[in-house]
């Protein structure tokens, strides 16, 4: 069993830049792929990145391309979202979620059965 433990969120301008963590305990997290996903209030938990156990595959929700990079340092059991071009709309409740069966072509479904565990979350806000 792993478990996971989010940080780095806050309060950032529009334009900012912020980097999340996803520190994992218990079972080594590099047995893991990693995904991200956001929530706001009312509406359904999405998709943001999913990384490989390896690093090497990563995936990207459309809106957040260019603009937010994956990574992962499975010495120190840790991955990452860093986030820059911050938008008023990438504002919610981040979550990263450890999948037994690697990112897929389902990785943005949360609800899929191969997510282990999730974090609690960490909050970012966007605004100005």
């Known amino acids: 069993q792993v478990q996971l433990v989010e940080s780095g969120g806050g309060l950032v301008q529009p334009g900012g830049s912020l980097r999340l963590s996803c520190k994992g305990r218990?079972?080594?997290?590099?047995?893991?792929?990693v995904s991200w996903f956001r929530q706001v209030p009312g509406k359904e938990r999405e998709g943001v990145s999913c990384i490989s156990t390896s690093g090497a595959i990563t995936f990207y929700e459309d809106s957040v391309k260019g603009r937010f990079t994956t990574s992962r340092d499975n010495e120190i059991r840790v991955a990452y979202l860093q986030m820059s071009g911050l938008k008023p709309e990438d504002t919610g409740t981040y979550y990263c979620?450890?999948?037994?069966?690697?990112?897929?072509?389902?990785?943005?479904?949360?609800?899929?059965?191969?997510?282990?565990?999730w974090g609690e979350g960490t909050q970012v806000t966007v605004s100005a």
């Open positions: 979620a450890a999948d037994s069966g690697g990112c897929g072509s389902t990785w943005s479904d949360a609800t899929r059965s191969s997510y282990r565990a």
């Open positions: 218990g079972r080594n997290l590099g047995a893991f792929a």
